[in-house]
């Protein structure tokens, strides 16, 4: 795939997705960008507020198979991954796979279920397979996960562990909408809009089209200039005073990636620092641990994120 | 006293008309004339000679809109030989006199004007407070840029900005790139024009540069379409071989030139030229439309006649040539060119007017034509001491300006001397003497001012064109002039009556303009608060100040308090006891509870107990209730123990 028609698809998607999903431009980008960046995302945000919709928008542009988990405190493991039950035909054990094997997973208020059976995707996130009874069985490709979690209840929640969390490519946060997009969406509704029927959606991509489109955004350059200044956002979370536990190199590697999908949207072969910028607090708010003492004074991963920001500066060019 | 003193005057006054009179009758019959003396017969002969020479432009081509002073002159146009077309627009003149227009109406019209006012002062106010919250709020920004909260990541961890170049100047930066493209090497010359163009638009307030922030974010904050444009284009050209490992060639670098050019010298240069032709034009349109030019040789109010009629009469005449302020003081001995001052032309301000006076009474002659309320000059004029005229003896020819003082009894009438006025006027003007009268007040009076002379006319329709060439008004001019007693004479010129001023402020507060200096003064200060500082030169940022010990304690011990973590504290100042404490220790020792035991002369049993309880606080525990009193008992151990300074410092 050539840059220009990564270009045109990236477009196509976004423009698609778009005329369900009205003023989450933010969230689109974000999530298209994490999936083309052969990541998984975590969304937070109040109910209500379509995260739900952006997925399945996405699986359906995507033209990518979708399921869907609700996260509940009784779900077991193998509610998610699948399991061998006796087959009475053949008197053997056979594999019946869980909603997990799936292109586009949708694990809606994923922190609501225990942290066993949250871990039973650390291995379908990380490696891209699920391992029962001692077999592995391969993900389809494209495998992408996308969490959600609501920030506001925390009665009967189990929250992720860093490790998982770190498994995110990206946390996006979704804000309640302007008033005037608050107003057009409930017109699109007055006008007969239905969230379930998402058939007026076309896919603009086939599953192959996405791993080639995947392929493309890692053969973008990079130059030492954007990775040094990339590791060097990461390792100041871990030096700032109010973060108990900063970014591991793990979120350096993610915001290369995000950064690639970014240049090759634009059409470019190369990583500036105006790609990674943006892409900073996404990749890094999940990632960082504040110290308690800051939490008590009411100081977010954002505010420090853009206090790192601005103590960081971008690569410039020797005149 | 005020009696004699009356009668004195009044005798004086006699004096001099009767003077004047038997002096200007016998100048016209004296034909054999010095050529040094006023000619009163002559005088009129002379301004026919000059009439005839083409200086009767006034009469024969007056301008086609007269001035008002000249207007006031329209009587005597009738009486004058030759000025049938003055007379013809003197007509007219008074045919077309507007009336004034009837502006009742604007009374209704006063309670939208109050509103408009308020709403001027309002945009004035808003004006002028818009940059200051603007600044205000920059100011707070570019703060949170330099200085980062204490627990923010040390500035110095940073990489140094050594890949900025140290020039600021936009130009320099342009000169540098020019020589790198020069040399060959074009990618440093593309990466100069960027922060040449970078610098300018810096410079111009479009964008602000900061380490932190990316070439896009200069692209997207810069407001001129134009200039975004220019800079987007040279940001792509230059990323794509600083991060795209493209090879800059001279096609790129000219490319990125000419941008740069525009944005660094392009777009001021075509302001300025703008604004500069934008100015010229206005200012020719403004100078076009003042109308007509009014020669002044045609003017029936001008002086021309007078400045020609003087010479031909054999007195050296000559402009001033400074501020009538600076005048220089008659020396004893010396006479001084008589001085020429007609107030309708030349107003005097209060210096000049100080000066002058001091001037006569020092043996100047001064001759002033009034001009509108006299009082308060004849006023400032008489508060000196005034010297007893004496009178002089009588010469019956030609007046020679050479003799002292030629004085009559009785000043004559105006017309006694064939001279006639279109308005007229008189002068008020206490213990001075008449020197002509019109009716039965006087029109020219002279008083003598410590070793000078005053001689005062009511008005300036005798120095006119048109005043001069009605028959005998010349005559009785030179007769009123004869009393200047000088072969020179020197005329001020409109600007000498303003004295230079001492420094700028003073010229403005002069101007009436103090209000509004004050006011300008304020808003530069306004907008140097606003906007002067980011010119300022960059001063290191101080390092960040820490704060007190006393007040971070009580800070962390009111959190502690507030969320209810003794165990934490105690835990936590355990360990900080025990470090400073073991640090403290000599050497080889490890039973730190006995060592303090020993140091804070303490039973050891409760040291140790005091110290166990305290180690085995864990941060996460619940309260057990003697967290505070295990911290008090080890605060003061630890002070005992540390009381005096013979123990062992970490070196």
Redesign the interface.
Known sequence: MDANRFTETFTNLRSQMARVVVGQEELLDGVLGAVLARGHVLVEGAPGLGKTLVARALAAALGCTFKRIQFTPDLMPSDVTGSSILDRHTSGFTFVPGPIFTQLLLADEINRAPAKTQSSLLEAMQDRQVTVDGVSRQLPAPFAVIATQNPVESQGTYPLPEAQLDRFLVKLTVADPPADVERTIVRNHAQGFDPADLSTLTAVTTPEDVVEMQRHAQTI?V?D??I?YIV?LVR?TR????IELGASPRASIALMKTAQVIAASEG???????DV?PMVKPVLRHRVMLHP??Q?QGITPDARID????????????? | MIGRRTQAARRRAKLAATTVAITTILLGLAGTARATSLSAERADDDVKALRDDGRDGFCSAPPERLSEHAAELCPMAKEVAGCEALVARCKGEVAEKPKAPDVSFLEKLGPIAQVLMWVLIAVMIVGIGYPLLLAILKARRDQ??AD??P???R?S???P?E???DETEAEV?ML??EE?RRRGDHA?AI?????ASLRALDRREQIRIA???????YVRACRDQAARAELRAIVRE???V????ATATDETSSRVASRAALLVRGLPLTVMTVTMLLALVLGLVGCGSSGPKLQRANDPAGDDLFLELLPKQGVKLSKERGALSSLPLPKAGEKEPALIVDLARVPLDDDSRDHLLKWVKAGGVLVIAAHGPWKALGYELGSGDTSELTVPPLDLGTVDINDDEVWVDESPNLEELHGGLATPRSLVWEDATPLARVGKEPYAMMKLLGKGRVIVLADDQLFTNLGLARHGNAGALVALLSHMHRHEARIARPEDGTSPPTSPFSSLMRAGMGLGLWHALAAVFILFIAVGTRAARPTPTPPPQRRAFTEHVEATGA?YAR?KMAPHALAAYTRWVDERLRAQMPRGGVDLAAWVAHRAKEDEASVRATFARAQSAQSDEKPRGDELIVLKKLGNLYAAATADGNVRRRS
Request: charged share 35%; proline share 13%.
């Open positions: 350059r130059d200039a954007i040094g060097e100041k030096d700032d005073r109010t470019r072969a190369f990583v500036t620092p105006d910028k003492d800051a008590l206090e790192i920001l601005r103590a960081t500066p971008v690569p410039r060019v020797t005149g | 949170a840029v980062p909260e627990d923010a990541p500035p961890r940073a990489p900005p890949e900025l170049p930066l540098r790139a790198h440093r990466f100069a024009y960027l922060h380490p932190f922030r990316t070439h896009g974010e230059v990323e794509e600083r991060f795209g490992g959190l969320t």
